[in-house]
């Protein structure tokens, strides 16, 4: 069975400097891999996914099938990204439920 | 338009109680999921309707829990006997028609205490 981890359940930066939430997977086939984001009081959204290979918000993810990660990345955090981050897998065959990882608790200070 | 949405938002019972969850996905949308959320955790997957085809039931924790869809609109999540376990945030989320690469859209979720 597919899985996802996500190991930093807490991230806290300061405004401006890069940010990394890492995420690895374990599957052998040909995954689609997605970020989604919830913000203070709102609902689960996608934030990017790896088949668009597009930039939202500033946010990047590239997946490496070697290393079986899809780490999402920007450059320089702004407050406005403090939220959490759950990394998600879809797999061909499986009636294209997504498995989540637990999430990353991102915090961006002043 | 409107997104999927959920109800009630919040709900508290006792233990032993029957509880039953609405959903109603983004009109068009043939595939229906629900998830769970327990404090701490990601989202686990309990089930799937898409269209007419039977649902894909393979999250289910027990058999307490079933749900039915009425043709490709409204969910309904029934948990029976409910136990404190049972605790977490219940979201729905729908997309166009279940395909590997679509977006699915989540709901706001319904928050559910048994006591």
């Known amino acids: 069975a597919q899985r996802v981890t996500q190991p930093e359940k807490l991230l806290s930066v300061f405004k401006g400097a890069p940010v990394e939430l890492k995420c690895n997977y374990s599957y052998s086939g040909s995954p689609e891999l997605f970020w989604y984001v919830q913000y203070s009081r709102q609902r689960l959204q996608l934030l990017l996914r790896?088949?668009s290979r597009e930039s939202i918000k500033g946010f990047t993810a590239d997946l490496n099938k070697g290393e079986t990660s899809f780490h999402l990345k920007k450059p320089f955090a702004q407050e406005e990204d403090s939220a959490m981050y759950y990394c998600a897998i879809k797999r061909a065959g499986s009636n294209y439920k997504l498995t989540f990882g637990k999430g990353t608790l991102l915090t961006v200070n002043p | 338009g409107a997104g999927v949405s959920q109800s009630p938002s919040n709900k508290v019972t006792e233990k032993g109680k029957d509880v039953e969850l609405r959903c109603d996905p983004i009109?068009?949308?043939?595939?229906l999921y629900w998830y769970r959320q327990r404090l701490g955790q990601g989202l686990e997957f309990l089930i799937y309707?898409?269209?007419?085809?039977?649902?894909?039931k393979s999250g289910l924790p027990s058999d307490r829990f079933s749900a039915e869809r009425t043709g490709e609109s409204v969910s309904t999540l029934t948990i029976q006997r409910t136990q404190q376990e049972d605790s977490a945030v219940y979201l729905c989320?729908?997309?166009?028609?279940?395909?590997?690469?679509?977006?699915?859209?989540f709901g706001p979720g319904t928050r559910l205490l048994v006591l």
């Open positions: 009109s068009g949308h043939t595939a």
């Open positions: 790896h088949i």
């Open positions: 989320a729908s997309s166009p028609s279940g395909g590997l690469q679509e977006t699915q859209y």
């Open positions: 309707f898409q269209g007419n085809s039977a649902p894909d």
